[in-house]
């Protein structure tokens, strides 16, 4: 029988890429893990990695003990499951991750929630985009992720990971000087009318950016991007003093009345998709259910749309 620690070993190196990689996660020295992946060779009888310039990359066989071993983790991820759900009370800890605006709006109003009635659960949260919060997920550094999706950017979906919906958030464009819009035309054309203003934007390489970029560039312009943060309460402050135009989330003003002049977006561009995600077998942990519970009173109580 092939050892499980051994096993999972060769699974992190599978997501995370690198022996050191690994190591740091675990807090094991690489020679250890080296060792650790050697003996499990060993063991199988076949190699399980071959050398790819400084690194390395796993061998077919490995690639099929890691599909066996996720099999197992599921399995053992649902056993943990039903032994809480048999206990009268939670605790231990719930790890999530939260992208920016969920963490102001929800996540509080969910803690409060948690806290009056399961006091021996402790919560564990840390702000961390999807972008690297969905991989982390995937090697168990979470327990639960809040993620967002936005039109026309689906994201991808590992067989590994189960989804469930929290609510829509509308997105709205954010002018930073109303009165020099056009008062007919509609969405498109308020949007094209700040194609020579300063625009401030989530950095290259996310959802966000990508989807910003697209609608603008329908709407027949290049945006003039001067400002790049995944903070959104700096965007809105950037819109207020009147220094870029923005695309804001309903979510950010946490229901209280916004402070700029908000216009609709075109049709099939007004909404992102706000979600959470667990690992393949989790999702029946009492723990992940009392969260979720809590985070859908979060909306009702911020007047989401669920």
């Known amino acids: 029988m092939f050892d499980l620690h051994r096993l999972r070993l060769l699974r992190e190196l599978k997501h995370r890429g690198t022996l050191a990689a690994v190591a740091a996660a675990l807090s094991y020295a690489p020679s250890s893990v080296s060792q650790q992946l050697s003996q499990l060779e060993a ?7 071959e050398p790819v310039g400084r690194r390395v990359r796993l ?11 996720e099999a ?9 499951a039903d032994i809480a759900a048999s206990l ?3 605790n231990g800890t719930l790890r999530i991750a939260s992208f ?7 996540v509080p109003t969910a803690l409060g929630l948690l806290r009056d009635q399961h006091p021996h659960l402790r919560v564990h949260v840390t702000h961390m985009e999807p972008e690297k919060s969905l991989p982390a997920l995937q090697v168990r550094d979470f327990d639960l992720v809040l993620a967002e999706e936005y039109p026309g950017n689906p994201n991808p979906r590992p067989a590994d990971l189960e989804q469930e919906d929290l609510l829509d958030d509308p997105l709205r464009l954010a002018l930073p000087e109303p009165a020099k819009t056009p008062a007919t035309g509609g969405p498109t054309a308020v949007l094209r009318s700040l194609s020579g203003h300063p625009w401030v934007m989530e950095p290259d390489g996310t959802a966000a950016r990508h989807w910003a970029m697209t609608l603008c560039r329908d709407a027949g312009f290049e945006p003039d991007v001067r400002f790049e943060t995944t903070d ?32 609709q977006l075109p049709r099939g561009r007004r909404t992102r998709r706000i979600f959470t995600v667990v690992r393949r077998g989790r999702g029946w942990h009492p723990a992940v259910l009392a969260c979720r519970d809590a985070l859908r009173h979060a909306v009702t109580v911020h007047g989401g749309q669920a």
Request: hydrophobic share 50%; aromatic share 2%; proline share 6%.
């Open 43 to 49: 063991e199988v009888g076949v190699p399980l990695l």
């Open 59 to 69: 061998t077919e066989q490995a690639e099929i003990l890691v599909a066996h071993t």
């Open 72 to 80: 197992v983790l599921e399995r053992l991820e649902r056993a943990e």
């Open 88 to 90: 009268s009370d939670l």
């Open 100 to 106: 920016q605006t969920a963490a102001l709006a929800l």
């Open 232 to 263: 959104l309460l700096l965007h809105q402050r950037l819109v207020e003093q009147k220094l870029a135009a923005a695309f804001l989330p309903d979510l950010v003003w946490s229901g209280l009345p916004p402070t700029v002049d908000l216009r």
